[in-house]
């Protein structure tokens, strides 16, 4: 990575620092617009957002992954190998 001096570097925190300070701006007119918005989270990052940072992705829990049975790949798999035959099937007659 290329090095910076430090006058560029404190000027793209302040930079960082006053765009944060906007959208947190922007927020807050848009919960004043549509408070019935205010519980309901659309994703991670609003909620951490709109919490408070760290402490509001502490609160969350992390995503459960739905776990598929080998048997249920299975038949999954067989059936969609079935539609491809039978796909083919039909390319053939025409």
């Known amino acids: 990575m290329a090095k910076y001096s ?3 570097l404190e000027m793209a925190r302040k930079g ?3 765009r944060y300070e906007e959208l947190k701006a922007e927020i807050a ?3 004043k617009h ?3 918005l205010t ?3 659309v ?3 609003a909620a951490a ?3 408070g940072g760290k402490a509001a992705m502490a609160e969350l829990a992390p995503r459960k992954r739905r776990k598929m049975s ?6 999954i798999s067989d059936a969609q190998k079935k539609r491809w035959a039978a796909q083919k099937a039909g390319e053939k007659k025409k």
Do not use: M, Y
């Open 6 to 8: 430090s006058h560029i």
């Open 16 to 18: 960082a620092e006053h």
């Open 29 to 31: 007119a848009l919960v």
């Open 34 to 36: 549509f408070p019935h």
């Open 39 to 41: 519980g309901r989270v």
């Open 43 to 45: 994703s991670r990052g």
């Open 49 to 51: 957002l709109s919490k």
């Open 70 to 75: 080998a048997k249920a790949r299975k038949a």
